[in-house]
């Protein structure tokens, strides 16, 4: 959630956006382990023990609340970092700007300052599959493994507006009417910084691409086929072979198939491991 919570009666026009889907979406604030990274700092949990240190980065309007349903099992095998980001639940927003980039640096210095050293198992989840994309792509010496649920791509409100104009309009509106600064800010500079990546490697790494196999009415035809090409190309952008589709997820992966999310996460960790 953000700061600003959205009302009920908007919550259906997220529907057609693989950005800011709100199904699911609880409350809750921090839990057993959870710290404060001080004033004006992202609200982090961690938890549980073992290497490499498992990152989790939540998705547009989201904070570490998405990942209630993964982090007690993903924590039985390795420490995991949970956070809110600026501008989600408690924590202030920033004058910086919200570009990929950005974001990625910002989740380095706040594991930096917590003192949890590298390297570490992304993972991320919408828009937050993107900050993790940055950041491998910045930072590779600090990554083990990377692990993608549903991540927007690099292109997707450009491509979305090419090839999905049915779905415009009522993403701007929910833009409009349902996002706080912070997420109008973060939506708006999703695509920002991007371009310094173009031809660059990802890391050697394991990495496993999870997607939604499950679309709603509102989002089938234009916006279905849109993002599936998206999809096709994030294996290039990843350089693997493979994505894996949750025949009975929505946009929530690790909600509406926990078991699949911690599986992966724990392939990834025990091939990191043995590299």
């Known amino acids: 959630?953000?700061?600003?919570?959205?009302?009920?009666?908007?919550?259906?026009?997220?529907?057609?956006?693989?950005?800011?889907?709100?199904?699911?979406c609880s409350t809750s604030m921090g839990g057993p382990g959870s710290?404060?990274?001080?004033?004006?700092?992202?609200?982090?949990?961690?938890?549980?023990?073992?290497?490499?240190?498992?990152?989790?980065?939540?998705?547009?309007?989201?904070?570490?609340?998405?990942?209630?349903?993964?982090?007690?099992?993903l924590a039985a095998n390795?420490?995991?970092f949970a956070f809110d980001r600026p501008g989600h639940n408690r924590v202030p927003a920033s004058k910086t700007p919200r570009?990929?980039?950005?974001?990625?640096s910002e989740q380095r210095q706040l594991l930096r300052n917590a003192g949890i050293k590298p390297p570490y198992i992304l993972v991320g989840h919408s828009i937050g599959g993107l900050?993790?994309?940055?950041?491998?792509?910045?930072?590779?010496?600090d990554v083990a493994g990377m692990v993608l649920l549903d991540p927007t791509h690099p292109r997707h409100?450009?491509?979305?507006?090419?090839?999905?104009?049915?779905?415009?309009?009522?993403?701007?509106?929910?833009?409009?009417?349902?996002?706080s600064s912070t997420d109008k800010a973060e939506f708006d500079a999703q695509a920002q910084?991007?371009?310094?990546f173009n031809g660059i490697k990802m890391p050697a790494v394991p990495i496993r691409l999870l997607v939604s196999g499950r679309f709603k009415a509102e989002e089938r035809g234009?916006?279905?086929?849109?993002?599936?090409?998206?999809?096709?190309?994030?294996?290039?952008l990843l350089g693997i072979k493979n994505m894996k589709t949750i025949a009975d997820s929505g946009h929530y992966i690790q909600k509406d198939a926990p078991e699949e999310v911690v599986a992966a996460v724990r392939q990834v960790s025990a091939e990191a491991r043995q590299r």
């Open 131 to 141: 900050y993790q994309y940055a950041y491998a792509a910045m930072y590779p010496e």
């Open 222 to 236: 234009q916006y279905e086929n849109a993002l599936k090409r998206l999809r096709q190309d994030w294996l290039r």
């Open 99 to 104: 570009d990929p980039c950005t974001i990625a």
């Open 1 to 24: 959630m953000t700061q600003t919570r959205m009302p009920k009666l908007l919550r259906p026009l997220m529907l057609l956006s693989a950005l800011a889907l709100m199904a699911g």
């Open 78 to 80: 390795n420490q995991v």
């Open 35 to 73: 710290r404060h990274g001080g004033k004006n700092q992202p609200a982090y949990t961690l938890q549980g023990v073992g290497t490499p240190t498992v990152v989790l980065q939540a998705g547009l309007l989201d904070g570490k609340e998405a990942w209630d349903d993964v982090l007690q099992e």
């Open 157 to 179: 409100w450009e491509t979305i507006q090419r090839d999905a104009p049915d779905a415009v309009g009522m993403i701007r509106l929910a833009r409009l009417a349902a996002f």
């Open 193 to 196: 910084c991007l371009e310094r």
